[in-house]
């Protein structure tokens, strides 16, 4: 363009070319026809919006503030910088309370940090904070409001979706025959089978390569199978195994169902970008049927280990025992252990339960109760410490104190009626530790408690156990190859008051692990990893031995939920020998089943029976006219299976002995032998079938005497 | 009888089966009395680890290869060496042929040279043994465990480090069929009485068996070890399989983590009869004697076991 094209009515300098800093550049014309590259707004051409940072990274909008006249209003702002504070360093001036006409504030505030992770923090840590009842933070980021600003003001009923039906997932407790199924996975394949007894093989329900990239796991109802993968978590269910949801969460490591099986807590841990930052650590909750995620907790490691623990131990949330009362979750942190409540998934009362120098927690299985170990403090002059939690009252049921403590395990029972605590204490030289069990009887008043001692305290504790249904328990104590094991029960007949009571003690067993029945009254005594798989089925009722048994290397033992099968199984641990096998719950052999490279098997869990406890009493008591429909089914199948084998190898011997057949012929036919013949006799002239070369011939004379006959000789004169 | 050693490998039984050969990485080849395991003598003259041997049908000729590079001919009555049939490679499968005209010699791959077959003449008149190579096959790599023939002398059989059996025409050392059923090396072959089908050991810890002209798989018996040997039963439908974890593992297994039992299997069926405990390290070789009422196995133990089978296992059904 020269200078001549200038439009004459730009003001000029002195030098005739335009003075830019005159020029009011609205007053500007483009030449028509061209737009010089630079595309006009009117033109309604939409051009890709390029995201840019809007500089507001750092701030977010907390909303569901309390609105506040004046004269709160400082108190407010304090508690508001109070709370952010803590997550991140919030600028000075950083804090913005709009206010109305009438002095009151608007119910939200901004809040810059010094850097976009501090606002994200913020974000993740109080969105659901509840300052109050009716005030529960909505916590966002600045740059979000254009995408809420979007929204229309207008509400408009989203479309219902159309009704889908899902597979039933509770179809295999349909089962007539009333089997169980177990998942087993194997080099790359996860397979569910029925478990079949009276064919004596699994029978195979679903199987799949490459379903899971991890582990499996059932819900504890039974209901789905999780299957655990590098992008989330997945869900299958019904008959035919179909997916029901899936749960995003990268890298997810763990996976923990609620008791109630209505949510699903997932764990990670992140390896950080550069050397001198912690792991991160992500657990988040999901919502099972809807598959929302309800909450999510991020942190670096040092956030998720406390007490003793030297790494993350999964769970880092445990779940409480399914109840009515509610679905709480407890982690524990330094001096404290906190309890949320799902769905809402808030801190209960809003406050951790402050536990001095708390090192182990434990819920009831069966009651929202928490046991807690504190060890002693200040150098031993205050107690270590048992505590029982009631939950949501936060009440303490019971405690106790115990001094020169080495170590506590708990053992809770599992209907939640007993627990137990076994405490390693320190001699007085403090130079060896000795064991004990303290005894809690929470369905009884007070919740009494009781000490109990090995007749030998010295012997080291190798197992104990709790009968699912019952009162009894077992331990195995003893410090050589072959301990000992005892049996208690809590419930003494003989005495006004229950008092724990010693049933019996077996000698010499070789045995360090206890497998109750899940029906109690059968106990599975056996000798895992140094032991070599011994097993030992026992029967309590009558304390008699009922078999015992070998399953080689062993790793592995589980009942099934119904308590009538056992499975030991060889899990790649070792090379050699993977596989299962299936026992009676009296210790007779079913069936073996090898697969290399032998990962898991679980056995699917039952969903809770719907009969009640006098109704069960009734069909124990007429359980032979209910189990004969059974006994002949079970007989029927029986006798099938067997001529199905027998049809089975029938055809195959005949399949055989026809292929044999055809082959046999052409040997035998005479040209074939003529040949072999032929190359036998190049070098043996006087070979013929059958060896006969060898056969030397010998005569033999043989002298007969047919008959003596006596015969006068007459005398010729 | 003093006990005797023996880092068993290989062994065969003459054709009457009440002579019992062995031969071992001990250097030296050893014949028994097969009914009560009394040793006869020894085939000294090998500087290396025997790998094979086969007798002659009038038992009068044993033939060995060995490590040592070589193939010897030996007197089995005097235990004299009449002939030497010296290679550039380890020799490590020998099998006369029907007739005892010709053996075939499988030499390693060594030094850069494929693994190969060679079959020769074996002369009559013992002075007249020349060490002329008629026909010399090679191609695949890999050595080759274990050559057999075919029916007729028509063809080879091989197996070896590859994992496939091939079938080899004599006339023009061509492959006439493969078959790579295996996963893994295969460590044995071995022919039914008939010659229509035999059995194959591989360390993927299967035994199959095949049609001898076709190739084609017929069953699988599968083990939970790595398989050595595998044979056929001479009177029943039977086999018998054995193996073991590898030696170089078992100094860290129990000895009943290494399965070193011989299984018996139903040929039929494909199913697990019962098996025999004894050895304490893999077994390398099996072998059945030709009344089929007892068998031998070697094992990398160094003891070889003659098995009678009682009254028991022939009422079996």
Not at chain 1, 138 to 147: E, L, N, R
Not at chain 1, 367 to 387: F, K, M
Not at chain 1, 434 to 447: D, I
Not at chain 1, 523 to 539: D, H
Request: aromatic share 10%.
């Amino acid at each position: 363009m020269g200078l001549e094209e200038i439009p004459p009515n730009l003001p000029r300098g002195e030098d005739g070319y335009v003075d830019w800093s005159k020029v009011d550049v609205k007053d500007l014309e483009m030449p028509a026809g061209d737009d010089m590259g630079i595309v006009s707004d009117d033109e309604g051409i939409d051009v890709e919006e390029v995201k840019s940072e809007s500089g507001f990274g750092t701030v977010i909008v907390v909303d569901n503030l309390p609105k506040v006249p004046d004269a709160k209003f400082e108190k407010l702002c304090t508690v508001v910088r109070k709370i952010y504070g803590q997550i991140g360093v919030v600028r000075e001036n950083g804090l913005h309370m709009p206010k109305g006409a009438d002095g009151v504030t608007k119910g939200f505030a901004f809040v810059e940090f010094h850097n976009p992770a501090e606002a994200a923090a913020a974000i993740e840590q109080t969105n659901g904070y509840k300052l109050d009842k009716a005030h529960v933070f909505k916590v966002s980021k600045f740059d979000d409001f254009s995408k809420y600003d979007a929204v229309p003001d207008e509400y408009k009923a989203p479309e219902p979706k159309p009704y889908v039906a899902r597979e039933n997932t509770a179809s295999y407790m349909l089962d007539d025959r009333g089997r169980d199924q177990f998942a087993i996975r194997f080099g790359d394949e996860t397979e569910v089978h029925w478990n079949d007894a009276q064919v004596k093989e699994p029978v195979e329900v679903y199987k799949r390569s490459f379903w899971t990239e991890s582990y499996v796991q059932w819900s504890p109802r039974g209901n789905y199978l999780a299957t655990v993968h590098r992008q989330g978590v997945a869900l299958w269910g019904g008959p035919g195994f179909a997916r029901f949801a899936k749960f995003s969460h990268n890298g997810v490591q763990f996976i923990e169902f609620s008791p109630c099986e209505r949510y699903l807590a997932s764990g990670s841990t992140h390896d950080p970008a550069n050397a001198r930052e912690q792991a991160q650590v992500v657990v988040n909750f999901f919502d099972v049927r809807s598959g929302a995620k309800l909450r999510s907790f991020q942190g670096p490691i040092s956030d998720f280990v406390t007490g003793a623990q030297r790494g993350l131990t999964w769970p880092v949330f445990k779940w409480a025992g399914a109840s009515d009362s509610g679905a709480f979750f407890a982690r524990m942190g330094k001096n404290a252990v906190s309890v949320y409540e799902a769905p809402e998934m808030g801190l209960v009362d809003k406050k951790s339960i402050k536990l001095e120098g708390v090192l182990d927690f434990c819920w009831s299985p069966a009651d929202p109760i928490l046991s807690v170990y504190q060890p002693e403090q200040g150098g031993g002059n205050q107690p270590a410490r048992i505590a029982l939690i009631e939950l949501p009252s936060k009440k303490e049921v019971r405690s106790k104190n115990l001094f020169s403590v080495s170590g506590v395990r708990m053992f809770w029972q599992q209907s939640g009626d007993y627990f137990a605590v076994k405490v390693d204490r320190l001699t007085k030289t403090k130079k060896s530790t000795y064991s004990g069990f303290e005894l809690f009887r929470l369905r009884e008043p007070n919740c009494p408690m009781e000490v109990l001692e090995l007749p030998d305290k010295t012997q080291k504790i190798v197992a104990f156990a709790w009968e699912p249904k019952g009162h009894r328990f077992a331990v195995i104590h003893g410090d050589g190859a072959r301990p000992d094991v005892s049996f208690y029960t809590m419930i003494d007949d003989s005495s006004a008051v229950n008092k724990v009571k010693l049933i019996g003690t077996i000698k010499n067993k070789t045995a360090n692990c206890l497998f109750w029945s899940p029906k109690g009254k059968v106990i599975v005594l056996a000798g895992l990893k140094t032991m070599n798989g011994q097993f030992e089925f026992f029967n309590v009722d009558e304390m008699e031995t009922m078999a015992s048994a070998e399953h080689f290397m062993a790793t592995d033992v589980e009942w099934d939920p119904t308590g009538r099968y056992v499975t030991t199984a060889v899990t790649s641990v070792h090379q050699m020998e993977n596989g299962f096998n299936v026992w009676t719950f009296n210790g007779r052999l079913l069936y073996k089943h090898q697969r290399e490279r032998f990962y898991q098997f679980l056995w699917r869990p039952r969903a809770p029976s719907l009969l009640s406890e006098t109704k069960e009493a009734e069909i124990l008591k007429n359980l032979k006219s209910y189990s004969k429909r059974f006994d002949e089914l079970d007989e029927s199948i029986r006798n099938a299976q067997d001529s199905h084998l027998a049809a089975e190898k029938q055809e195959v011997t005949d399949a055989w002995n026809a292929w044999l057949a055809k082959k046999r012929s052409r040997v035998e036919a005479n040209d074939y032998v003529d040949e072999v013949r032929k190359i036998m006799r190049q070098r043996y002239p006087d070979w013929t079938e059958g060896g006969a070369a060898d056969v030397v011939e010998t005569q033999v004379e043989v002298e007969e005497i047919i008959s003596v006959v006596e015969e006068p000789l007459s005398m010729v004169r | 009888m003093r006990p005797i050693l023996l880092k068993g490998h290989e062994r065969c039984y003459n054709k009457e089966g009440d002579l019992l050969f062995t031969c071992a990485k001990d250097h030296h080849p050893t014949l028994w009395y097969s009914d009560d395991g009394e040793r006869v003598g020894t085939y000294i003259g090998h500087n290396g680890a025997v790998w094979t041997c086969d007798v002659t049908e009038d038992s009068k000729t044993l033939v060995t290869g060995s490590a040592d590079t070589t193939c010897k001919m030996w007197d089995t009555e005097t235990g004299t060496c009449y002939f030497t049939h010296q290679f550039e490679q380890p020799v490590r499968a020998v099998a006369l042929s029907k007739g005892d005209q010709h053996m075939v010699i499988s030499s390693d791959p060594f030094m850069g040279v494929p693994a190969a077959l060679h079959i020769v003449d074996v002369a009559a008149n013992r002075e007249e043994q020349t060490n002329e190579i008629k026909i010399s096959m090679s191609g695949p790599e890999g050595r080759i465990n274990r050559a057999l023939w075919g029916p007729l002398n028509r063809t080879i059989l091989t197996g070896g480090e590859d994992g496939v059996i091939r079938l080899w025409d004599v006339e023009t050392g061509k492959i006439v069929h493969e078959a790579n059923d295996h996963k893994k090396q295969i460590q044995h072959l071995s022919l039914s009485v008939d010659k229509t089908h035999f059995i194959s050991a591989s360390l993927d810890k299967t035994a199959k068996l095949f049609d001898s002209e076709t190739l084609e798989c017929l069953k699988t018996y599968a083990a939970d070890r790595p398989v050595n040997a595998a044979i056929l039963s001479p009177i029943l439908d039977h086999i018998i399989l054995g193996g073991g974890q590898d030696a170089m593992a078992v100094t860290t297994t129990h000895s009943k983590a290494g399965k070193f039992d011989s299984k018996i299997f139903y040929k039929i069926y494909e199913e697990e009869i019962g098996g025999i405990r004894g050895h304490f390290g893999p077994i390398n070789a099996l072998a059945w004697h030709p009344d089929g009422r007892s068998f031998t196995s070697g094992g990398e133990d160094g003891y070889v076991r003659i098995h009678h089978f009682d009254n028991d296992y022939f009422r079996i059904k």
